[in-house]
T-cell receptor, first 111, second 114 residues
């Protein structure tokens, strides 16, 4: 079945550093891909998405490109802030109704 | 503003108790989901519902049941709580089966079974 593997954390960075979180997937066909973010004490919220190969999703300075050839959807941000400290989840559409999530990567940004 | 609410943020129950977790969405979404979130395991789907009175098992349904009597409300039931059900429970909803398929999440209920 469809599944997602994302890099393990935790990741600790200084403000203004470059962030990359790796995500690779296994799927039949070309499912929609997502990054969700969970800030401390809150539920998950959609950060960005891509529905087909070579699409780039972007939001709040974060970007991810749907790479069919490497089955990847890595999340990047050029200059992180303390407010970006959160848990980040990669996910893919897995059937008519379902999403499959990765294990999550905890990111801490220090001032 | 879209909203998914869960009845409790924190809950402490004893082993063997029957536990009800309630979720309500105000977006008229067809689909609703219950996940549990555990460190290192991410989100695992327990049950989902694509219509009133309809339900489907997810990846880890054992020890749980669900009820969806109204479109906006989806309940998760632990018939006899056990300590291995101590976890964060997240409810989500989404619209339809096509398109972008974004899910909207509630804030979660942290359940401790002692």
């Amino acid at each position: 079945g469809n599944s997602v593997t994302q890099m393990e954390g935790p990741v600790t960075l200084s403000e203004e550093a470059f962030l990359t979180i790796n995500c690779t997937y296994t799927a039949t066909g070309y499912p929609s891909l997502f990054w969700y973010v969970q800030y401390p004490g809150e539920g998950l919220q959609l950060l960005l998405k891509a529905t087909k190969a070579d699409d780039k999703g972007s939001n709040k300075g974060f970007e991810a490109t749907y790479r069919k050839e490497t089955t990847s959807f890595h999340l990047e941000k050029g200059s992180v802030q303390v407010s970006d400290s959160a848990v980040y989840f990669c996910a893919l559409r897995s059937g008519d109704y379902k999403l499959s999530f990765g294990a999550g990567t905890t990111v801490t940004v220090r001032a | 503003d879209v909203k998914v609410t869960q009845s409790s943020r924190y809950l402490v129950k004893r082993t063997g108790e029957k536990v009800f977790l309630e979720c309500v969405q105000d977006m008229d979404h067809e689909n609703m989901f219950w996940y549990r979130q555990d460190p290192g395991l991410g989100l695992r789907l327990i049950y989902f519902s694509y219509d009133v009175k309809m339900k489907e098992k997810g990846d880890i349904p054992e020890g749980y049941s669900v009820s969806r009597e109204k479109k906006e409300r989806f309940s998760l039931i632990l018939e006899s709580a056990s300590t291995n059900q101590t976890s964060m429970y997240l409810c989500a909803s989404s619209s339809g089966t096509s398109g972008i398929f974004e899910q909207y999440f509630g804030p979660g209920t942290r359940l401790t079974v002692t």
